[in-house]
């Protein structure tokens, strides 16, 4: 049935191929404008519900206190070397007036007041946490409303005076702060655009046509514009974190050039044995497309699945990336086979990618071989299964203890938050966290704030005050802030160490556990710590302890629909160990370069840093879903190969080394789209894109050219073994095992 369907739709979208494009770009448009109209902008909420940073937020948002909204940081210091605040009058007259024109900024609540502390002496300012002790260094605090009532705009004022200020005062001034992260442009702009060139430059050399070549990602683009839209239409209506965009560009390009490459790749196939353009585009979309709409489902219920972790920010974020990978799928199955039906016999010359399955018809009847149609490489990759059937022991354990040895790391694996310090020193924040860590300690950086309901003891918040300030853990305590109306009151305290330091999430948790419940006793009152650090601790340690679950879900998953694809206990079970064996290689790949600094540089890593809370599942969910791309494509030609000839050792042969190059060619080409994003300034868009780029790097070379071999290899026929009980059991009606219906044409010769 969905053979049909496709081939109707496929073989429609060719013979009218103009509608079809004139239909996209009607869609592209009004998703367009109406990303414009009622799109919104991404906003992190790092909460989730029932977690103690949330029970924080709540309290504070009670209270009013205005520490609920957006803050910004302007840092200065003297240009002049051995100046200081303290008796430099010049210094501090730039300062007073810097304050001045800070607060007239639109939609600015308030500011600290240095210049004022120092007016009172330099001591107050100190205590104040307002001055450095050296008097080189002062920080302005800048208070915003939430994030509802701000715009990038407001992020563009600030930014624009610091630079006017810098050219007018003796001061260097650098800004951070939660403002610029969320209104500052992500840089995903120039990573898209070299991951296009590189896959353009993949496929010119697969294909050697560059209509070809220029197809899938004509494709690609206008299926990202439309999937990037519609996610900023859903941010107009609910919060879409600031990862959104960049993850879903990054997996959108991947997986739409990788699908467009299959059915590419099929319709050259079909036009060699002689079919028109129109009939080749339909059955091209009806074989290979249904591998293409099953990898999809397989992506979109994989991400789908993080909603066990009941992080709402996670939640949405999935719904964002699966849209995108939704509207490639559909762009697959109708605009390319548009491209394919206007470009007409163009594309009918034979380039690398396919020459080698040209050695074979579609149908399966051996056609007679061209010596310079490319049969070599495709002998060579014959050779080398060959090489590994024969040696199956010592390629499975070498590999495996390979992947193995990889997957160490992960026991060191920690989860966190990279903050303003992993950024190039290029970025003001990056200078104003250097200089705030220098002049008042790393923990200044990450403030918590506690939030207390003293309701029945009074005396509590003295008690709150005495016994955080005395944790090793924490450097200073700024003066108790009491909501006059609801009695509510806020706490800020600065830890000893940094954000992403794994002592500040020790100091969090005995905060918790022993500080706050020691100075509350049994009486009625309640404290809670919030702030951005005691989020993301909280959400990582939410992820940590709900990623099994998720886990072994897309496992059951994956293999139960591999055992109704293919028939067999062994093979999905197979599948699904070297699928991990791949994803938890990538993951100890992260782990070395992020948290130990191993090859850093090499993609701007400057400062070693956390593993983003979130990202692992992420990662997990979304490798798991395009690694069956790649498994039911080959498994389906081993299938084939076994079912036609009953041999397994030719089996696996000839359906890998008909599969390899285009599995290869693919891979190359998520492995460069992956890997621009690798080079980003943001480490999230880092670690997702060395992640993804890492695993399928593995997952097409180690594990679908060794391990898999090797393994089928070792077990022999019982690849193929189910019991009859369960064959009995499973639903008929295989999704996506044959990807060569038979063709016949008169113009085919043998």
Known sequence: MLSKALLRLGGGAARHPWRVIAAWLIVATLAVLAAVAFGGRTADSMTAPGLDSQRAAELIERAGT????????????????????????????????????????????????PAGALDAGGDTAVR??????????????????????????????????????????????EMGGNLFYAFSDPDGGVSELIGLLAAATILFLAFGSLVAAALPIGMAVFGLTVGVATMTVLAGVTDVPAFAPVLGSMVGLGVGIDYALFVLARHREYLACGLDPQAAAGRAVATAGRPVVFAGGIVVVSILGLAVANVPFMRVGGVAVSIVVLTMVLASVTLLPAFLGAA?????????????????????????????AGAAPAAGWRRWIGHVGRHPVPYAVGAAGLLLTATLPVLGLRVGLPDDGSLPHSRTERRAYDLVAEGFGPGTNGPLVIAADPTGDPGVLDRLAGAVAADPGIASVTPTHIDRATGIATLVVFPTTSPQDKATADTIARLRTDVLPTAIGDGPARAHVGG???????????????????????????????????????????????????????YGVMVAVFQWGWGGALIGLEATVPIVSFIPMFLFAILFGLSMDYEVFLLS???????????????????????????????????????????????????????????????????????????????????????????????RGPVGTDHRPPVQSSAVRI
């Open 66 to 113: 205005g520490q609920e909204g957006m803050t910004a940081q302007v840092v200065v210091t003297p240009v002049a070397g051995g100046a200081t605040f303290f008796g430099d009058d010049g210094a501090r007259t730039a300062l007073t007036r810097l304050q001045t024109e800070v607060r007239r900024l639109p939609h600015v609540l308030g500011t600290s007041d």
């Open 128 to 173: 104040g946490g307002l001055v450095s002790a050296d008097g080189r260094i002062a920080v302005v605090r800048v208070q915003y409303p939430d994030q509802s009532r701000l715009s990038a705009e407001d992020l563009d004022a600030l930014v624009a005076l610091g630079d006017r200020l810098r050219a007018e005062l003796p001061l260097r001034v």
């Open 344 to 372: 007409g016999p163009r594309l009918a010359r034979a380039g690398r990618i396919v020459r080698a399955l040209q050695t074979r018809k579609p149908g399966g009847l051996a056609r007679r071989r061209d010596p310079a």
């Open 532 to 586: 951005a650090a005691a989020s993301l601790s909280d959400v990582g340690l939410r992820t940590s302890q709900r990623l099994p679950v998720f886990v072994a879900a897309v496992l059951a998953m994956s293999f139960l629909l591999l055992m109704l694809v293919f028939r067999s206990v062994l093979v999905p079970l197979k599948a699904v160990l070297l699928n991990l064996l791949s994803i938890g290689a990538s």
């Open 637 to 731: 030609h081993v299938r084939e190969e076994y079912l036609r000839t009953g041999d397994n050792g030719t089996a696996i042969v000839e359906g890998i080394s008909r599969t390899a190059r285009i599995i290869t060619s693919a891979a190359l080409i998520m492995v460069a789209v992956f890997l621009s994003f690798a080079v980003a300034d943001d480490p999230s868009a880092k670690m997702f894109g060395l992640g993804l780029a890492t695993a399928i790097f593995i997952d097409a070379t180690v594990v679908r050219m060794v391990l898999v071999p090797a393994t089928m290899t070792l077990l022999g026929r019982t690849n193929w073994w189910l019991p009859k009980w369960l064959d009995r059991m499973l639903p």
